[in-house]
């Protein structure tokens, strides 16, 4: 009897086989909660400045999903945008990295800070980690050609601000000719009237679109300095500004001074050192002095410290490129994977000022060399534009990283204050230890 009941149970087990069931009802509620909590933000308004704000969302996070209740981590990352922390390895002097960081101090758009390092680097051990590299001044690449390649593999981009002297400098340093899509002709020199944008951007994929939205949609900031007058020398009534800070923006070799009233600016728009009218935030002015009135928009008031100021369509930039001895012309060499596109040109010559390089890895843009002749707030712009634009904008992550389980959800976020941001917003929840 006892052999025929063992007999059974041994069939039964092969037969009718045991298993056990295990939900994952965890792992589903990490993903809802994940996609729960980036809505929520959303619907609060408060997406685009977390997502550039770790402190922000950090604290949210706290409140929201206290992890003394739910043992959750939280990380974030965000992808496609310029990066709220960008970081230039200079290949300059120490006179211009300090022009540089004047340049980009406290640079705002969109409603959000850049904050911006700026590490003096050699060609032969690039700074790292960095966003982008700029070259100031000519350097036979020839010795860091593999280096600069391996930069570039990283995502990052290369900016060159120089001048050729002699056409074998280009055609005889390959890796300068590969890197920034460069080709150069003997040509006499003669003075070019200006330079201007070759055209309006086609589409988004258009190499030339992000940097020509850059150069007319960030505001520059503008530094102001304390006032040295009792008050301001002005055409038009000054009311309700007894405190206020002066400043100048320069653009075509000319300088418009500016009074930094706090709550509005007045300007000198035909630069005779005197106001003559008065701007709040949000505003579009002009100036003009012997040439066509430029547009522009005062974008913001920083307090008494700095203002930020758009320029307006269509922009031409007294000519910086002219007596060059050197005719820098893009590459053509058939390559589907380079795209060798001039996006300034003199005139009426027609020489190329501004070339950039767009390859499958990396972006590299070469201009011609402005800081020799008394450059303005335009040049500084159109230098930024193009390393804004090279610059690295692969995923960057915030907050704690160290998981063992973790669940990714992404969110697609627009800004469009000053200009139209468009980047995925990744918010990953997990636990500490594997489950």
């Not at 009233?261 to 100036?287: E, H, K, W």
């Not at 002095?289 to 008494?304: E, H, K, V």
């Not at 020489?351 to 201009?367: H, S």
């Not at 990714?408 to 468009?422: H, P």
């Amino acid at each position: 009897m006892v052999t025929v009941v063992m007999i059974l149970f041994v069939a039964f087990s092969i037969f009718f086989p045991g298993f056990s069931y295990k939900t994952r009802w965890s792992d589903a509620y990490v993903v809802l909660l994940g996609r729960d909590t980036i809505l929520t933000i959303d619907r609060l308004g408060k997406l685009y400045n977390y997502s550039f704000n770790a402190n922000n969302l950090q604290k949210y996070l706290d409140s929201a999903l206290p992890t003394n209740k739910t043992n959750l981590i939280a990380w974030s990352e965000v992808d496609g945008a310029i990066k709220g922390t960008l970081t230039i390895a200079c290949n300059c002097s120490a006179e211009q990295k300090n022009t540089l960081s004047e340049w980009f101090y406290k640079m705002k758009f969109n409603g959000r800070e850049i904050q911006v390092y700026i590490p003096l680097s050699n060609l032969d051990k690039i700074s790292q980690p960095s966003d982008v590299l700029l070259i100031w001044g000519y350097k036979n690449l020839t010795p860091y050609a593999q280096n600069i390649k391996n930069f570039l593999a990283g995502e990052n981009g290369v900016v060159e601000i120089m001048d050729f002297t002699d056409v074998n400098q280009i055609n005889n340093d390959k890796t300068q000719n590969e890197t920034f899509g460069l080709n150069g002709n003997s040509i006499a020199g003669s003075q070019q009237a200006s330079d201007s944008f070759v055209r309006k951007p086609t589409s988004t994929s258009d190499i030339i679109y992000s940097t020509y939205k850059f150069f007319y949609h960030i505001p520059i900031p503008v530094k102001t300095i304390p006032n040295i007058t009792s008050s301001i020398p002005s055409d038009v009534a000054v009311s309700n500004c007894a405190n206020f800070t002066q400043g100048n923006i320069t653009f075509n070799k000319t300088s418009y001074e500016f009074w930094d009233c706090n709550t509005s600016v007045y300007f000198d728009t035909n630069a005779n050192n005197r106001a003559d009218i008065q701007v709040m935030p949000g505003q579009n002015f002009n100036l003009s002095y012997n040439s066509p009135a430029y547009n522009f928009t005062l974008s913001y008031i920083d307090g008494f410290n700095k203002i930020g100021v758009s320029f307006h369509y269509p922009f031409v930039f007294n000519d910086f490129g002219g007596l060059s001895t050197v005719d820098v012309e893009p590459r053509v060499d058939g390559s589907q994977d380079n795209q060798y596109k001039t996006i300034l040109k003199s005139s009426p010559g027609g020489y190329p000022v501004v070339i950039l390089n767009r390859t499958n890895i990396g972006r590299t843009a070469w201009v011609a060399d402005f800081s020799g002749s008394n450059y303005g707030d335009d040049e500084k712009q159109l230098l930024t534009s193009l390393i804004l634009w090279a610059s690295n904008k692969r995923s960057i992550g915030m907050l704690s990283p160290n998981i063992k389980t973790g669940f990714l959800t992404s969110y697609l976020n627009t800004a469009n204050q000053d200009m139209f941001e468009v980047y995925k917003f990744n918010l990953g929840l997990g636990y500490p230890f594997s489950r």
